[in-house]
């Protein structure tokens, strides 16, 4: 896949950014109640985030899906630049090459930030999924990218499991410090709610704040 470098782009403004990479399965699991409620989330997420005026002016996000193929569906931006996407479900999962091109993402998507001298936030990963990756992705060569990229403070990636995803693939690529989460039933609505609080809290903190994100309680819980 043709990766962006972002040169072309001019920026909206110069407000800390905090980038927020979606990762979302869209593969034939996902098909019916699941794609609609992960629909429904992603839009109470926009309005959320829309509604906090220092929060829209510093949260990027980029939405990767996946199923047998990976689509970038939408560049790193502010919200108010695009519409959420509505997503359909189809095909197998292309779990491993999703995180990839996401990690590739993030890392052009700072060096933008450095040469157009934008401060930013460490970015947020998000793997949202309901199954397991197809036979022939390498998990192992994933886990030390991850865990590589974590240790090095490059990004912070957070693995979140939907009904019969397969926990413990989860738990192996995961970094130690970011356990994967179990989503309870379908509650998209609810995390989406929490990751826009969330974002609240980190577009109002400072470099070097002690961040004390919202309680993670109503919709989900940490897999051990």
């Not at 989460?181 to 609080?197: A, D, I, P």
């Amino acid at each position: 896949m043709a990766q962006n470098d972002f040169t072309a782009e001019t920026p909206d403004n110069y407000e800390q950014k905090c980038l927020c990479v979606l990762i979302l399965d869209t593969s034939g699991s996902m098909v019916g109640e699941p794609i609609k409620e992960l629909n429904k989330g992603l839009k109470a997420f926009y309005y959320q985030v829309m509604k906090d005026e220092t929060a829209a002016e510093r949260l990027e996000v980029c939405l990767i899906t996946f199923e047998s193929i990976v689509k970038c569906v939408q560049e790193p931006s502010l919200l108010r630049n695009f519409k959420m996407p509505t997503l359909e479900a189809a095909g197998s999962t292309r779990m491993v090459d999703a995180v990839k091109e996401a990690i590739i993402k993030v890392n052009y998507r700072k060096m933008w930030y450095r040469k157009t001298g934008q401060p930013y936030y460490r970015p947020f990963v998000f793997l949202i999924t309901d199954g397991d990756a197809d036979a022939d992705q390498d998990l192992e060569e994933l886990m030390f990218e991850v865990n590589a990229g974590v240790n090095e403070k490059k990004f912070i990636f957070f693995p979140i499991g939907v009904q019969d995803a397969n926990m413990d693939h989860l738990r192996y690529i995961a970094h130690p410090s970011t356990p994967p989460m179990k989503l309870t039933g379908l509650n998209f609505v609810e995390f989406f709610q929490w990751l826009s609080n969330s974002v609240g809290v980190i577009a109002q903190s400072k470099d070097g704040d002690y961040l004390q994100l919202p309680n993670t309680g109503s919709w989900g819980q940490v897999a051990i």
